[in-house]
């Protein structure tokens, strides 16, 4: 089988960034306000019709709360497998009058998107889901096994995920588990700021040890495991940037639901901007951050597709 060579992906995104914009508009068209209850269902049934589309396995399954819409892409068994996390709802409006563009009506303007939604969670979710798709436009087939766990109730804290999760844990096994999120400040020189912060603590504590991961680091999943350097690797290819690796990081996310029911180490990576004024008025999603997104799946797949052994590399 002839490969297209990764470096064949800037002109395959430039070919096809027209269109993929255009998808990610159609999901950020659709209200999805958890908090108001307002658009869920049919979110989640449009979500499920575009991975449908996308050639992904895709159900929703009820919770006690919003559906999770999952979907997977298995090859073999014995294949690496990624559970890819995100959520399709987002944050109230209000107040209405602060936006420069209608939240529900997708605007380009001066390299970004603006709508609710574009950098928190949608613009990162579509990121994810059309770095697959790319991926396989280009080598026709995946290397690893890929599950999609996408709640509706993030912005609500995630009341049902870990209930969610435990029931549900024989389907949702795997490897790794990739998070995108919203917290690191991407546009900032991520030495100067690492230096900072190690002078900071050397200062104040020098037996604490700060290392550098490529995300980060939540309550267990180790710095040191080979999966970390694997995807560090894929993210400075794609963004052409040194990783901003930060030191324990507080945060939101449930990402205890991972490490500690699913027992698998997870990753977070941002895609959007640090300006993306999530929760706010005039969200948005720069258009490089989002093809750059897109571009990172790919890497990460391709990354760690090319691990044979996957115990060794995980532990
Ligand atoms: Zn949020």
């Avoid at 200062?203 to 995300?215: A, F, N, W």
């Amino acid at each position: 089988m002839v490969t297209i060579p990764l470096d064949r992906l800037d002109e395959l995104l430039a070919n096809n960034k027209d269109e993929y914009i255009e998808q990610l508009f159609t999901l950020l068209r659709q209200k999805s306000i958890s908090t108001q209850n307002v658009g869920i269902t049919e979110c989640a049934n449009l979500l499920k019709s575009m991975m449908d589309d996308l050639g992904i396995k895709t159900q929703i399954m009820q919770t006690n709360g919003h559906p999770v819409v999952y979907g997977e892409m298995i090859n073999d068994e014995k294949f690496f497998t990624l559970l890819i996390y995100g959520h399709y709802d987002v944050q109230p409006v209000e107040p209405l009058d602060e936006w420069k563009f209608p939240p529900f009506e997708p605007t380009i303007y001066d390299g970004r998107i603006y709508g609710r939604g574009a950098g928190d969670n949608t613009g990162q979710l579509m990121a994810q889901l059309l770095g697959v798709n790319t991926y396989i436009g280009l080598f026709g087939d995946l290397p690893i096994n890929i599950k999609f766990l996408f709640e509706g109730e993030e912005e609500l804290g995630s009341p049902n995920l870990a209930a969610f999760v435990k029931e549900n844990k024989e389907l949702l096994k795997a490897n790794l588990v990739y998070t995108l999120d919203v917290l690191l400040v991407v546009d900032q020189d991520p030495m100067d700021i690492f230096n900072k912060i190690y002078k900071h603590v050397q200062k104040h504590d020098p037996d604490i040890e700060v290392t550098y991961i490529s995300s980060m680091e939540p309550s267990r999943t180790s710095a040191d495991l080979e999966i970390v350097k694997v995807v560090a690797n894929a993210v400075r290819t794609s963004f052409k940037q040194e990783p901003l690796i930060q030191p324990s990081l507080g945060s939101s996310l449930p990402d205890y639901v991972w490490t500690k029911i699913l027992e698998v180490p997870s990753i977070i990576m941002p895609y959007a901007n640090f300006d993306q004024r999530n929760h706010s008025p005039n969200e948005n999603l720069r258009i490089d951050y989002f093809l750059n997104g897109i571009k990172c799946t790919c890497h990460v797949i391709d990354a760690l597709g090319k691990q044979k052994n996957v115990q060794k590399f995980l532990f």
